[in-house]
């Protein structure tokens, strides 16, 4: 069964850092492109970070210099690292595994960013 499980979310103070963590199983996931997306309340589902399985780095502009997305192979494991967070970050994080039509979510991690 394809799985992947968000830790590491919860508040945080504007220009704090945290770490997500994505945790994979029931795929191959060498092959797979990962990738971050973020929800605010009542705004779509956008896209914050992709790490493709060649090794390819991109981010939305607003979070390019602050946010930075890692993969461990051998660990299963994808991470988000987010830096000098703002107010404007706070959002339910999910974890996206593609490969050709295969698609997996993760459950979602409440990330919120507030004094």
């Known amino acids: 069964q394809r799985r992947l499980v968000e830790s590491g979310g919860g508040l945080v103070q504007p220009g704090g850092s945290l770490r997500l963590s994505c945790a994979a199983s029931?795929?191959?996931?060498?092959?797979?492109?990962m990738n971050w997306y973020r929800q605010a309340p009542g705004k779509q589902r956008e896209l914050v970070a992709t790490f493709t399985s060649g090794g390819d780095t991109n981010y939305t502009n607003s979070v390019k210099g602050r946010f930075t997305i890692s993969r461990d192979n051998a660990k299963n494991t994808v991470y988000l690292q987010m830096n000098s967070r703002k107010p404007e970050d706070t959002a339910v994080y999910y974890c996206?595994?593609?490969?050709?039509?295969?698609?997996?979510w993760g459950q979602g991690t409440q990330v919120t960013v507030s004094s």
């Open positions: 029931g795929i191959i996931f060498r092959i797979y492109a």
């Open positions: 996206n595994a593609v490969y050709s039509i295969t698609n997996v």
